[in-house]
């Protein structure tokens, strides 16, 4: 098929996708030159996370673990060559139009999007929930794909390009629980140590309760623990090597996600991936996992 030059799952295992030293600023036991190209790419995507609403350059400084004036100096760096924008009376940052112009390179995403977006559309229609698919990214999970189709949640904030740790998406839930133990306490740890570190501990109940919910589920499952009045369930998608690589997620309202429903739309969700699994292994090459990750 037209994408199967694209390795999927290269950088999966690994995790951060960027190095992290001890502090959690990015690449502080790097060489000089690496640190360089490292704190570039983590503030690229930092700047990646809020594509529509933009940054204001402290927000962005504080997101990338980054000085303000390093920042401001890498910003401008940034924008000259394209990778990052601002417009006329705004001072936010934006992603550049050549971040879009370097994704044409992966034409087989691209394919993928294609023939996934029959499934959320069906899997939404048949429960009246979004559907979303989102793809793991080192220690967190991206959405992708999505399918809004007539619900109305206000309260639920997450887009195509929002980011979040693993162990704070249902969809990132569902694939920890297929991760060897030594791996998922790592990710769990790290998760919660950046948690502290942006949030503070306030969520740290709920996000305990969304993982204590979960794994009696079976898969993940939240009702109300991060967004009132909001559920929400997540399947892990498997790779060709059957590494969890991805996860599809339902979103409703407590009502509409009610305890009385959940396994069927749980039956449709297993369907759905299984759907995309095969949709998967059209777009992308067998998975290649770098060893000792």
């Known amino acids: 098929m037209g994408g199967r030059d694209i390795p999927l799952g290269l950088s999966m295992d690994a995790a951060p996708l960027l190095p992290r030293g001890d502090s959690g600023t ?12 490292e ?6 995507k930092a700047l990646s996370t809020r594509g529509e609403f933009g940054w204001r350059l402290s927000d962005l400084a504080e997101q990338a673990g980054l000085d303000r004036a ?20 705004d001072v936010k940052y934006y992603p550049g139009q050549l971040l ?32 979303s698919l989102s793809l793991r990214s080192g220690n967190d999970i991206v959405c992708v794909f999505q399918n809004r189709g007539s619900a109305d949640l206000p309260g639920m904030l997450i887009r195509v390009g929002s980011r979040r740790p693993l162990f704070a998406a249902v969809a990132g839930l569902a694939i920890l629980q297929l991760l060897p133990a030594a791996e998922r306490a790592r990710i769990i740890e ?20 969304m993982r204590d919910s979960s794994a009696q589920a079976g898969f993940g499952f939240t009702t ?19 590494r969890p690589f991805a996860g599809l997620t ?11 429903i959940i396994d069927t739309y749980h039956a449709q969700m297993v369907e759905a991936a299984a759907d995309i699994e095969s949709d998967a292994l059209q777009c992308f090459r067998a998975p290649t996992h770098i060893a000792g990750t």
């Open 100 to 131: 879009f112009e370097m994704g044409l390179a992966l034409p087989g995403y691209a394919h993928f999007q294609d023939l996934t977006a029959p499934r959320l559309e069906q899997v939404g229609a048949g429960t009246g929930c979004i559907a």
């Open 190 to 209: 790290e998760n919660t140590q950046r948690e502290i570190r942006t949030r503070g501990t306030h969520r740290l109940p709920a996000l305990e309760h």
């Open 224 to 242: 109300s623990d991060l967004a009132p009045g909001i559920s929400a369930m997540g399947v892990a998608i498997r790779d060709a090597a059957g």
């Open 39 to 44: 704190r570039t790419l983590w503030l690229l």
């Open 70 to 89: 390093t920042c401001h100096r890498m910003l401008a760096c940034l924008v000259k060559e394209g990778y990052a924008q601002r417009y006329p009376h």
């Open 250 to 260: 339902l979103t409703g309202s407590n009502a509409t996600l009610h305890a009385g």
């Open 26 to 37: 990015p690449g502080t036991k790097a060489p000089v030159g690496a640190r360089c190209v």
